[in-house]
């Protein structure tokens, strides 16, 4: 019997798998990724560069309460700039960043460079995405991403 189905046993035959199993089920169904949230210094930098480069469009916009929020396929970026420079290039150095996905990496690229993004070479996690970095002006880490196989699904 393989590795992966032998744990997968012992695990349901456990009295914590038994538990475990029909709520992570549960829990995975009532589940979704919709939101994310980034911290800038600049409202107006952000907004020059997720809306007018990368021509995310606009949700929201409240300077009052230092909020820019914008739509990238189902996910709402809720942009905050209530971070210095300093704070920022700190969080980005510590992990983390925002990946937008795209079915034609190189139609992509040549249509962000046209709207001046900077954008690195195109790297690739072999039989898993293809991928070209940047970062917004406060030094957030961003990459466009074409997945070469469906990201969610087990290997």
Do not use: W
């Not at 990238?72 to 905050?80: D, K, L, P, V």
């Not at 700190?90 to 249509?111: F, P």
């Amino acid at each position: 019997m393989p590795a992966k189905a032998s744990i997968r046993s012992h695990a349901e035959e456990t009295a914590v798998g038994r538990l475990l199993s029909p709520l992570y089920a549960t829990v995975m169904s009532l589940l979704t990724s919709n939101h994310f949230e980034l911290h800038v210094h600049s409202l107006d930098e952000a907004r020059g560069f997720y809306v007018d480069r990368l021509k995310l469009p606009l949700l929201q916009d409240t300077p009052a309460i230092q909020l820019l929020a914008v739509k990238a396929g189902e996910i709402r970026i809720s942009i905050f700039a209530d971070r210095t420079i300093k704070e920022v290039t700190a969080a980005a150095a510590a992990g983390g960043h925002l990946v937008l996905r795209t079915t034609n990496l190189e139609e992509t690229v040549r249509t962000l460079r046209e709207c001046g993004v900077p954008l690195g070479e195109i790297s690739e996690a072999p039989g898993f995405v293809r991928f070209v970095s940047t970062q917004d002006p406060s030094g957030n880490l961003i990459e466009i991403a074409q997945y070469l196989r469906d990201p969610l699904a087990a290997v």
